[in-house]
Structures are given as C-alpha cells and as structure tokens.
C-alpha cells in the first residue's frame, strides 16, 4: 500500500470499515429478528395456554370442555417446543397431579409465575392465591 496514493488508502480503509460494519449489522438484526420471533412464539404458546386452562375451569358443558382439552393440547405441543426448560418441567409437574384441587394450588401458581417470567420478564411478585383464582375462579371451590 505504500506505492498507493494517500486519498486511495483512505478511501479502502473506508470500505472494508463500511463492508465490515455492514456485516455486523446484519448478523446483529438476524439475532434479535430470531430472538424475537422465539419470544413471540413462546407468549402466544403460554396465552393459549391460559385461555385453556380458564375455559376449561368454567366449562358448562362436554362440547366446552372436548373444546378447551383441544386448545390446552395445542397450547401444550408449542410449549414443549418454545418454553423454558423451568417451564416445561413445572408444567409436567401440574399435568401429573390431576384434577385441579386446592391443595395443588401452590405447584400451579409456580407454572403461572414460570411462565411469566419466561415469557416477559415482568416485574413483581405475584400471590400464590391471585395468580391461581385468575385462571381457576375461587380457591373456595376447589
């Protein structure tokens, strides 16, 4: 480069600056499109969760329920593919207790606030209680 003039060295030294800044972009926006696809994934995965689970604890009838065991399922395969190894293994954990009782209320809660957290990064702390009658109605009734 020594026999190149001045103005030209400038000019390649700008080049392979833009060429390589370029390249960080885009492997950077690659990054975060995917991150945020994966994020988007997993929230709607653990909404249709949540929209099951609360039809099915207020189901009036059998047809509701065939209806809410159906969403549950789906919620659940996408979850198996996008969510949390914490959340996966809590859900599993609430699947093998049965029927919903109060007793359980606590293993619940947890897959709730799992989720949450998996999901957001919301703040806060949520009850046992609020985040179990959100979904299920009255601890009373159970």
Known sequence: MN????????A??????????GLIQAANQTR???????RRQKADAYIKY????AHLAHAKD????RSAYSSIAEARARIAMYG?????TKMASVFRLGPIKRADMAE???????MR?????LPGEVSIEAAFELLYGSADDY
């Open 108 to 114: 619940h809660a947890s897959l709730i606030k799992a």
């Open 32 to 38: 975060l499109a995917k991150g945020e696809y994966l």
């Open 62 to 65: 059998d047809d509701e329920k």
């Open 50 to 53: 949540f929209e099951g689970i």
């Open 84 to 88: 949390s190894a914490d959340v996966v």
């Open 12 to 21: 390649l030294i700008a080049l392979i600056g833009a060429i390589v800044g």
């Open 117 to 121: 957290l998996d999901a957001s990064r």
């Open 3 to 10: 026999n190149l003039p001045e103005p030209i060295v400038i």
